[in-house]
């Protein structure tokens, strides 16, 4: 087997799924609001009042930029497994019989999963190419100025994102939970890291503040001023001053920064050759039983006869309250006991902190921590490959689904308590309602995405994008009430529950009917 049949492989392996092709279709939705209308009402990169006029430059380097961070942002969960997806299908195995070292499998993995990235980054460079003629002001196409940003400030970010994934497997493979998170706050760490001098720009893995800061700059010529103007990366819903426009012509890379470029593909590579004598090479053991064995039974014992009028009898039980006491004990047991002693924390931060940032920081985070628990609360069944067994029970869909859905609502408000009492205490009812809304929506959008998908791969990018966006701020996507919003805001977030309960409920229905 050889290095190219293995990332061919994995490569079809993944964008053949059904997740593979709802992100794409997400990307493309995405990237269509990385250049805002004429008279659009947000605006995605924006210095103090200015943003460019519609050329070819403007376009180009901002929808790398944005590309650069929103596949930064959920490309690490759409690629992270593909070793243990090996495992699972037993791939490994057959990878571990033949020649191929440590470095080539491993090294075969970053290129599959660049080259998955690499197909969203190609989508999103066309479809900037399309904006640019949809929004044309009479400016002339200069392909020039698309190829570079891309080249030089999208591409090797998605190299580092597919390698990074290939390291926190190596090292966390068991731990999911760790990938997740860890990644959570790395990025989060990376983006608030600023960058102000030629050295800095030197180690911006994401290649967005050499751009940035000469658009500020720029910015600051116009207005003929030395002093720190506010620089806005993202959705900035409304526009409070009338938005003026400048020229921007593009950036001319310095070589140390072009060889930066370079050298963080280098250090990818490197980080590979240092890992490799760490690869498990699917030589992974299986848990074994803590009971005694069989073999140190006494014959005497296991010939005994069962006498049958002795056994208990068995009891049928029609209710929902003992399978939802299974689903909430699954819940609760997942992961390993010392997340739990983060999970109290968090608690304890919803008590002690001041209770705007309980709300709009501890909050989404501590959510977010449980994004392995949500993820499988309706897809566990299928990768167990009991669906089958399980869809045969007495009423799968009040009772089994039911209780999971309750079973994760439970989970997520017990989480919350403390902050939910301290919203009662001062008789905030609409932020107690809207926490208690936010637990719900979370909870369907996790059964949902899994139910439709298979898969969790998708709540889990989408989960990071939401706890992401939550934390900076973003209006638009606060489904917890953490900002402050108007009257309808309730109502539209009551609406997509009830949108979500419909879908769920129709879509598990058709698959009973399949099954």
Known sequence: MNTFTIIKSDYLQRTRSYTFLVTLCISLAVAYTFIPEPNATYSTIRISNYVGVYNSAWIAYVTAIMASIFLSLVGFYLVNGSIKTDIQTKAGQIVASTPISNFRYLFSKVL?????????????FSMSILLFFLYNEG?????????????????????????????????????SVIQNVGFFFLFFTLMVLPATTETQFL??????????????????????????????????IGNEKEIKRFNFEGVNFPTS??????????????????????????NVKEKMSSKKSTQNVSISKT????????????????????????????????????LWIINLIG????????LEIADQIVLPVLWFLQVNRLSELTTKEVTNNVHYFAFTSYKPLSRLLVS??????????????PLLIRLLFIANFTAVFSVVSGGVFI???????????????????????????????????DYFGGLTHNANYILKLTGFILLLIIITFLKRKIDLKKN
């Open 203 to 236: 180690l911006d893995v994401f290649g967005s503040e050499i751009i940035t800061h000469q658009m500020e700059n720029q910015v600051k010529e116009i207005l003929q001023s030395n002093e720190s103007i506010g620089l806005n990366i993202g959705y900035v």
């Open 404 to 417: 999971q859905v309750l079973a994760g609502i439970i989970l997520m408000l017990f989480l919350v308590f």
């Open 112 to 124: 599959s999963n660049f080259l998955v990235l690499l197909t969203i980054v190609l989508i999103i």
């Open 347 to 354: 608690m304890g931060l919803l008590v002690v902190l001041p």
């Open 257 to 282: 920064f072009l060889l930066s470029r370079i050298g963080w593909i280098l250090l990818c590579i490197i980080s590979i050759v240092i890992i490799s004598p760490f690869f498990h090479r699917f």
């Open 139 to 175: 400016f002339t196409f200069e392909l020039l100025q698309f190829i570079k940003p891309y080249f030089f400030i999208t591409i090797p970010a998605m190299f580092f994102i597919a390698t990074l994934a290939v390291i926190f497997e190596v090292f966390f493979g068991k731990y």
């Open 443 to 477: 909870t369907l959008l996790a059964s949902t995405l899994g139910i439709v998908t298979k898969g969790k791969k998708l709540f889990e990018v989408l989960f990071f994008m939401i706890a992401y966006a939550n934390i900076n701020g973003a209006k638009l996507l």
């Open 303 to 338: 010939n005994n006869e069962v006498v049958l009028s002795a056994l208990p009898k068995a009891q049928i039980n029609y209710g929902i309250f003992s399978l939802l006491k299974t689903e909430l004990l699954l819940l609760f047991r997942k992961g390993k006991k010392w």
